[in-house]
Every structure is written in structure tokens, then in C-alpha cells.
């Protein structure tokens, strides 16, 4: 696209899984839209490189990937995640505590499937290139935008100016339209890293993924097609420097001495990987005529597997805010519309943003009773067949403000 100055309803700064997401759902319901990115485009006919970087989503998150039109695309891509185990493994072997969680106990077949991280881009991104109604910009960032006469007025680092009623932060942690908005956000760096790579196992993992508890962070098991499992691998920053500068048979074996013989003979089946781990939660969703979601607004430890979940459900809610602003003839971009989308999403951003900061620092922490009180929660779940059955169906999703497309309804 050549040209200079474009028109659209809504300019979505980013084009990761939520922004790609979200830009689809938008566009099927009508809606003009430029999707702006700073990376280079995908070659969406090149293989995908074996990589541990997978996610887990939960049905909700599925049902919002259905409503954009890509299931049918990933589904030979996707393992279903049947059962969700916890261990403690912080103490020594002989007193490892560990509770499992069902599926079919609360009547599903799956809680949700596991999914190549760069599988889902690519899928999301073929289809965001063949949607009439979205204006894809990559390579370039978008560098600010004003508010005049009603309208945003963004601005993209290779000199184009887009003009919309709404622009959204899909940007990820450094969202320049947060930043532009002025919503401030907390943030701390959890001193910590979290590696993945992809395994081969002797044993099969029974549809089942293994979150271990250890003291320098979780260490999780997430099972893919053929007796193959991702590994995410959460430890503090220098441990996993120094584990990451192993050479690859004993990085290898690290992982096989962690695993307590679950999966059998573990292989390498990728290079591993890393990120270092930080927490932000934005103080705000909404600026004038601006809204945040996803990364931009909320980053969260990988424990528990929640952030691209909690990510969707923004998107999810935002898409209904906005379609449904647009079908009664709103201004999209307006306070009261966006107000709605706040609204909607703060008591589920609240508890989830907090209860995994929480979580991720009692994971972590090597003082005895802080151990103990983790232990004794994990038994307390083992025991007590309603409390595990509420977290079964708390961990999947909230039970508020579901909205139609996470109920698997259309938009
Ligand atoms: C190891 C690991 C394992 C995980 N596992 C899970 C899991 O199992 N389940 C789960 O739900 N979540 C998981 N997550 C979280 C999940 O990966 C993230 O929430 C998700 O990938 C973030 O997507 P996003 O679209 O918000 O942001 P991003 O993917 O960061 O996308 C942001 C995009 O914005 C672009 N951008 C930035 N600035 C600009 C600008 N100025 N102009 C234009 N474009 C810009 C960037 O280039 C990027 O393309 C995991 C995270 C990690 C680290």
C-alpha cells in the first residue's frame, strides 16, 4: 500500500496474537481497519521452525479464535490438554505432593489445546492478509497520534498519517499508545527467566500438562502431537543463564533429573530458548478515543498459562463493545463506549494480574513456611473434591461477564 494518508474506523497499533486477533474480528463484523506493525511481514509458506514457545488456551480463548475464522487452519497444528497436573517438588522426592485436574470432571473434553506460538501468528497473519478491510502496515512502528476534531491522528515512523475515530494498543509491553494515552502502569522485573524448548519422550504424556513448583520457579510440561511435550522452564536470571550456556546433552539431562522419570527417556527435539520475565498492570484501560489490550495493558509470569487467555479476553470483550457501538450508530471512539469496555473488564484483569503476581512470588520463595502453607494448599486441593472443582472451573475462565464469543457465540 503506497499510499500517503488513509481513512479507517480504527487504527490497531501491533500485530501480535491479540492485535491479529482482534483485527479480524473487527473487519468480519465490517469495520475499517489499519493494523500497523513493526515487524517484517511473515513468509506465510515457509515452515515453521520446532520450537518449545508454545500456548496453552483454554476453550473460551479457542471459541474467540473460532468467531475470527482460523480453527479450521490450526486445528492439525493444536494438542487437547485433557488433564492439568500440579506437584510440588520444592522439598525432597519422597514428600513430592501432587494434585490433578480433570477435564471430564466438569463434564469437557478438554480444558483447551496446545498451540505453536508461531503456528498461531502465521495462521492469523495468512488470514489477515486476505481480509478485505484491514489495511496491514509492517515494518514500521507507529510513532504517535493527536487528538483533532473528534478524530485520532496517528502517525507511522515511515511518514504516513491514518486517521480514526479509535486507536488500540495491541503493542505489547512498551505500547507507545499507552504511553501516548498517559496510563501510567506498575511494574516490577521478577529477576527471573523463563526458557522453553520442545522434547521427545519414551513415555506417553497422557494429554496431561505437569506444572512442578520448585523454588527458583515453575517447571511445566505441556504436550504436543507424538509423544512430544513443550518445556517451559521458569528460574532465576543467573541459574538460567548458566543452565542456558550448557552444552545441549547436559542441558538434556537437567531437564530429564527435573522431570521425576513422568515422561521416560527424554531427547532434545529444539534449541532451547529464553525471555526474561516481568509483571505490568496498566493503571487504566482507556485514554481519549484510545484502549489497551493484551500485553500492552497486562504481562504476567507464564505460570498457570494465563496471559494470551486473560489477552483474548480482552480482545473478546473490546470486539463486542465496539461491534455492537457500531450496530446502534455510536461513536466508537467515544467515553461512553469505551467506559463499557473498562467496566467489563476489571474485575477479571483485577483477581488474574494479582492472584499470578501472587503466585509467581510463593512459587518462587525458599523460606520454609511459605513452603509449608503451598504444600498444605495442594493437599487441602487433593482432599476436598468441591474446592478442587471450583479451581478447576475458576482456572478456566471467569464467571462473570462471559460475553458471546467466549460462550462460542457469534459476534
Ligand atoms: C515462555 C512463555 C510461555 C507462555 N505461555 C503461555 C501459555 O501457555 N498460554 C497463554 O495464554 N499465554 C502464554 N504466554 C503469554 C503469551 O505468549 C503472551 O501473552 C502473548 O504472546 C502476547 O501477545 P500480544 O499480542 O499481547 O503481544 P506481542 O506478541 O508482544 O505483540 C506486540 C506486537 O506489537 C508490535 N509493536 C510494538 N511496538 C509497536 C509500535 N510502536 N508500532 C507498531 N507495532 C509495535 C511488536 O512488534 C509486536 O509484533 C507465555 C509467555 C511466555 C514468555
Known sequence: MQTKDINADII??????????????????????????????IDVNAPVKPSGRTLALLEGSINVLKAAGIWEALR????????????????????????????RDIGLEQFGFNIPNAILRKTLYADVLKTDGITHLSATRLAGYDIDGGKVSARTEDGRVITASLIVGTDGRNSIVRKVAGIDARTHDYAQMAMT?????????????????????????????DNHSSVVWVEKTDDAKALLAMKRDDYRQAIQDRS???????????????????????????GERAALAAEAAHVLSPIGAQGLNLSLRDVASLAETIVDAARLGEDIGSATVLARYETRRRADLLTRTNGIDRLNRVVANDLMFVKDMRRFGLKALAKVPPLKSFITHQGLAPAWDEGRLLAGQPL
Open 12 to 41: 490497531v497499533s501491533g500485530a501480535g496474537p491479540a492485535g491479529l486477533a482482534l483485527s479480524l474480528l473487527l473487519a468480519r463484523a465490517g469495520l475499517d481497519i489499519v493494523l500497523v506493525d513493526a515487524e517484517k511481514p
Open 260 to 286: 521425576c522419570g513422568l515422561l521416560g527417556t527424554i531427547s532434545m527435539a529444539s534449541d532451547p530458548e529464553s525471555w526474561p520475565l516481568m509483571f505490568l498492570s496498566s493503571n487504566a484501560l482507556i
Open 197 to 225: 524448548c520442545l522434547i521427545r519422550h519414551s513415555k506417553p504424556h497422557d494429554f496431561t500438562a505437569t506444572e512442578f513448583h520448585r523454588s527458583g520457579g515453575p517447571f511445566t510440561f505441556v504436550p504436543m502431537a
Open 76 to 103: 492439525p497444528s493444536v494438542t487437547p490438554l485433557r488433564n492439568m497436573r500440579i506437584v510440588d517438588d520444592s522439598i525432597k522426592s519422597s514428600d513430592r505432593i501432587g494434585v490433578t485436574f480433570h477435564a
